[in-house]
């Protein structure tokens, strides 16, 4: 099920990373991949155990739950997995479906209360059909074993990765274009967020503008609609908002070029189930800052400076530590490099093809 494949966010990035490794990875199961978007058929028409459908239907719940159980029985499916939290609910062919976090249970105050209703509804039906479940960290696992009562034995964790991409970016003329198509500083701290209160971008905000000011050369917000934030806090005309850049949408091929022209990448999220911008960040050789929270420890395992993500003193303490100490920041970048190594697609599509096989047998 690849009706997200599309998407800018988490999921569209997962699925369009997961599915070319997986059919690199496993040449003996047959896999029929349904689309919503037709521009993706025949994308995969070079591998001979793949057949690619679009499958139009005019709402997301007739897809799911119509359109995908009749394709399934159709074409004799053994296993429908689905990179996104729901599965065919009437249908009876195996299902596994993936998890991208549990935010919505742990911090609802951060949703939409009808987001909220739906999925405190919803979601239990869809962890009950599934015949098993992938997550994305051992604290989004935690979490639905112990907020939904989701059996052990039911989910297995299979962290995700930073595409292939992201590395070091070291040519000069690489480097001097990306700075100069999006006007970035000579010097700055990055943060590739979005409009969110989970993201905690205010607080970075007031930890940027109270570091001294010989290490106050730029802060560079990227995401949607991030720029929102500088109405919110009221920082239109002043000295502060010449200092913040927000750019928008970075095209994923350019961003590994921001990350290494960024002194160091600061990311205070509140709750963050895996965090794949840390991941970016690391495999760039840039310096982290981030949360001391939720899946951040796990993910950066040792590699980044970690504070409480709404202590804004220490935030910039640990900020200034790096910007003003050269021998921390290349630490920081060697420990980033070699955890990074850590995480691959290639294994993360081993493991859930092992998962598909364990399911269907």
């Known amino acids: 099920m690849l009706r997200s ?19 690199e ?23 001979p155990n793949v057949t690619e459908i679009h499958l139009n239907l005019p709402t997301k719940p007739l897809w799911d739950q119509v359109g995908v159980p009749w394709l399934a029985r159709r074409y004799g499916l053994d296993l429908i997995f689905n990179t996104k939290a729901t599965v065919p609910l009437s249908t009876t062919t195996r299902t596994v479906m993936m998890l991208h ?4 249970f742990v911090h609802p105050e951060f949703f ?5 209703a739906y999925l405190r509804r919803m979601m239990p039906l869809y962890l009950r059909k599934a015949t098993h479940v992938i997550s994305n960290s051992r604290l989004t696992t935690h979490d639905f074993v112990t907020l939904l009562g989701v059996p052990c034995e039911k989910v297995t964790t299979i962290h995700l990765a930073a595409d292939d991409q992201f590395r070091p970016i070291t040519d000069p003329e690489a480097l001097a ?29 007031r930890a940027y503008a109270a570091l001294p000011s010989s290490l106050r050369r730029g802060l560079v917000l990227i995401g949607p609609r991030v720029s929102r934030y500088l109405d919110e806090m009221e920082l239109r005309g002043t000295a502060l908002e010449r200092e913040i850049l927000t750019p928008g949408w970075v095209n994923q091929d350019e961003l590994p070029a921001v990350y290494s022209l960024a002194q160091l990448f600061a990311f205070p999220s509140r709750y963050e189930e895996f965090g794949i911008p ?20 796990e993910v950066t395992g040792g590699a980044a400076l970690l504070v409480p993500p709404l202590d804004v003193e220490a935030l910039t303490d ?18 980033g490099l070699d955890r990074a190594r850590d995480f691959d697609w290639r294994t993360t599509a081993v493991r859930t093809a092992e998962v598909f096989q364990q399911v269907a047998a």
Do not use: W
């Open 278 to 297: 840390n991941i970016e960040a690391m495999s760039c050789g840039c310096p982290v800052v981030s949360s001391n929270t939720a899946g951040i420890p």
């Open 101 to 104: 976090g549990s935010m919505p």
């Open 318 to 335: 640990a900020m200034t530590r790096v910007l003003s100490d050269g021998e921390l920041r290349c630490s920081l970048r060697q420990r």
């Open 177 to 205: 274009r990306v700075r100069a198509k999006y006007r970035l500083p000579e010097h700055f701290i990055l943060s590739v967020t979005k409009y969110f209160p989970g993201k905690n971008v205010p607080t970075l905000i």
């Open 25 to 47: 990875v496993d040449h003996e199961t047959e896999y029929v991949l349904m689309y919503r978007s037709p521009r993706f058929v025949g994308h995969f028409a070079s591998y």
């Open 5 to 23: 494949i599309d998407e800018d966010k988490g999921t569209g990035i997962y699925s369009r990373n997961l599915i070319p490794r997986l059919l």
């Open 112 to 116: 939409h209360p009808l987001d909220v």
